[in-house]
Nanobody
Framework: QVRLAESGGGSVQTGGSLTLSCLTSGDRYMRSCMVWFRQRPGKEREGVAAIFAGDNTWYADSVKGRFVISRDDSDDSRSTVSLEMSRLEPEDTAMYYC????????????????????WGRGTQVTVSS
């Protein structure tokens, strides 16, 4: 079993920054592929950034150069996956979710939401102009 808990959302103005955190615990293998997804109002859930196989990363084109994903493994049973977001735009307004699954899920990029078993409850990010 894997548990995920997001934090760090909030409201900022255009150009501002936020850092989201996902505290993870449980089966290490099932946390091999970690992804931040977001769901904007009226849109489907989409992958934003992924980290897998050590320090390999992937970013959606819309966030490249503005978002950075990282992972801090405290020990084998828990870790924190962060998403540093800068130069935020109103189009970044969304509910952000942390998701986890085995390494194979990161073999398909952009990541596909329905492929992921484990999800956090999400944290809201609102960017005002």
């Amino acid at each position: 079993q894997v548990r995920l808990a997001e934090s760090g959302g909030g409201s900022v103005q255009t150009g501002g920054s936020l850092t989201l955190s996902c505290l993870t615990s449980g089966d290490r293998y099932m946390r091999s592929c970690m992804v931040w997804f977001r769901q904007r109002p009226g849109k489907e859930r989409e992958g934003v950034a992924a980290i897998f196989a050590g320090d390999n990363t992937w970013y959606a084109d819309s966030v490249k150069g503005r978002f950075v994903i990282s992972r801090d493994d405290s020990d084998d049973s828990r870790s924190t996956v962060s998403l540093e977001m800068s130069r935020l735009e109103p189009e970044d307004t969304a509910m952000y979710y942390c998701a986890a699954d085995d390494a194979g899920r990161c073999g398909t990029l952009p990541p596909i939401p329905r492929h992921f078993q484990f999800w956090g409850r999400g944290t809201q990010v609102t960017v005002s102009s």
